[in-house]
């Protein structure tokens, strides 16, 4: 799919399939009290389809409800769509990426060449530019497919979306906008391959090789460290290296840098890190055969941030970024850490491993505290955590924990700008003394059922120094299966919270 600016009565007229929408108008109530219900299609720019759709018989009843769309053939035979969207004043950027996001699928059978998307007629935010952002944010994320395992594949059709804009003055200002949604979902394309990819395939030796590979292709001036496992090692990773133990795979860590142009030492420094386990068995406290499956996309914590790495970097983002992304599975074999072992992390505190599915606070415990010496002012980490976050948020919303509530507040208002559910939980006191352990400093689970995602978040913060300002994201129940959004694949990678980051290193100061 391509994606090309167009002005309203260009290339918009030449399409073979043509989008227009129509609004609820309520007008007051008739002398006998019936409430008139007309519908607004004033913003059409075309006066000859104006009066082609008053002529339809279908028109008279149509009601511009969301989602209701009368199709009808134009004058030179193209296919016009009219689609409702209902109430304008309840219409906002979230209803037009998934309206684009439904139209789109619904053009799949019909296999158009070109569509041309009337951008003034979504344009219910006042930002024609915005607009046609949003638009295209939707329409590449829908775009999306992941048949790489499929003998047959879906059938290859290449089409192009022209949003055709009025405001010509403002053409140079959408160019832009929509090659920075190019770079950004292009990114988040990138990192879904990543989560939809197969755990026998993507192993933690071959996701690093990976990353290698679009860095050097994709990210020029990015510079690159991959850590194997005898500089792990050397490093004291006790708790990383604990993890790793069961596995027929070395473990990875994967160090990357990004400085802009004009970077200075007063220059922000953001640290990004992720978890990066390719599968999750649970290790010796197996998981049950039905929560086992899914757990490939147990990494995805670390192809969230590398994602946000990837867009920031390629929109050329004002501050210093790393990425830090730690991976292995947790598997097992003869030398499996065994519950009950204690083990030593990179800060120095001894652990007592209670429960080998909690194997995420153990490799990025390491990992945090190896980003805190890099000295970063600010650090976020993303992971499929816990299953206490699903119970807590459900699959709509990301978790979000910390030390600092000015960092956390900035981060929760990224993802409001780009309609993402966050919500903040709290670490308390009580949690933070519940991770004590009888025969080791800390121990890696708290009370059973209780507060479990916090919990988690607490047993980070035991790894955080130098008085960084840090953030936890649980993206549990975020990373995948996300039905109720249509511009998501139902099944497998979502996407979600790499635009939120992405909004938050460009926008940082
Ligand atoms: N990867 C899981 C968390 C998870 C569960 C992610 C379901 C996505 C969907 C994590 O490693 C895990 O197993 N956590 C345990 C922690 C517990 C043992 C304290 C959990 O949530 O049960
Ligand atoms: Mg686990
Ligand atoms: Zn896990």
Redesign the pocket.
């Known amino acids: 799919m391509l994606i090309k600016l167009d002005t309203v009565g260009d290339h918009f007229l030449a399409a073979e399939l043509k989008i227009l929408t129509a609004f609820q108008k309520n007008t007051p109530a008739t002398k006998k009290g019936e409430k008139q219900q007309l519908i607004s299609i004033d913003h059409w720019s075309d006066a000859s389809l104006k009066e082609e759709f008053h002529n339809l018989k279908s028109s008279k009843n149509y009601k511009a409800a969301k989602d209701e769309t009368i199709s009808f053939t134009g004058a030179t035979g193209e296919v016009v769509w009219v689609v409702g969207l209902g109430d304008k004043t309840k219409f906002h950027a979230e209803d037009i990426r998934k309206v684009i996001a439904k139209i789109l699928k619904g053009t799949r059978s019909s296999k158009f060449a070109t569509i041309g998307i009337d951008v003034p007629g979504f344009n219910t935010i006042k930002d024609e530019a915005r607009t046609a952002q949003v638009i295209a944010e939707s329409a590449y994320m829908t775009d999306y497919t992941f048949d790489k395992y499929k003998s047959k594949k879906s059938e290859p059709h290449e089409f192009t979306v022209f949003l055709a804009h009025t405001e010509k003055k403002n053409s140079l200002k959408i160019e832009k906008a929509l090659t920075s949604t190019k770079n950004i979902c292009e990114s988040i394309n990138v990192m879904k391959d990543f989560i939809n990819e197969v755990p026998n395939v993507l192993h933690s030796e071959e996701y690093a090789k990976r990353v290698e590979a679009d860095v050097k292709k994709n990210l020029k001036g990015v510079k690159i460290k991959i850590l194997n496992k005898a500089q792990i090692q050397k490093e004291k990773m006790g708790m990383f290296l604990s993890v790793n133990a069961g596995s027929a795979y070395e473990p990875r860590l994967v160090h990357l840098s990004y400085e802009p142009a004009r970077s200075t030492s007063k220059t922000k420094h953001i640290a990004l890190v992720g978890k990066g386990?390719t599968f999750?068995t649970?290790g010796y406290?197996i998981?049950p055969g039905t929560?086992m499956a899914?757990?490939k996309?147990?990494m995805g914590g670390s192809a969230t941030v590398y994602g946000a790495f990837r867009a920031a970097v390629l929109e050329k983002a004002p501050v210093k970024i790393t990425c830090i992304i730690a991976l292995t599975d947790n598997a097992i074999n003869e030398l499996a850490t065994v519950p009950d072992a204690v083990v030593t992390a990179r800060n120095g505190k001894t652990v007592e491993i209670l429960?080998t599915?909690?194997?995420?606070r153990l490799i990025l415990g390491d990992a945090l505290d190896y980003a805190c010496d890099l000295n970063p002012h600010y650090i976020i980490d993303a992971a499929?955590?816990?299953?206490?976050c699903?119970v807590a948020l459900g699959n709509q919303v990301c978790a979000i924990l910390g030390n600092d509530q000015k960092w956390i507040n900035e981060i929760l208002s990224a993802a409001k700008e780009q309609d993402e559910y966050m919500w903040q939980l709290p670490i308390i006191d009580e949690w933070r003394h519940d991770i004590k352990s009888k025969v080791a400093d800390l121990k890696n689970?708290g009370t059973p059922m209780r507060a479990?995602t916090a919990i988690?978040a607490a047993f980070l913060e035991e790894f955080i120094k130098n008085d960084v300002k840090w953030a936890h994201l649980d993206i549990?129940g975020v990373?995948d299966s996300q039905s109720h959004l249509p511009y998501c694949s139902p099944h497998g990678a979502s996407g979600l919270i790499v635009r939120s980051l992405t909004h938050l290193l460009v926008h940082a100061k």
């Open positions: 386990i999750d649970g406290c998981k929560s899914g757990m996309n147990d429960n599915d909690a194997e995420g499929t955590l816990t299953g206490a699903l689970i479990g988690g549990a990373v």
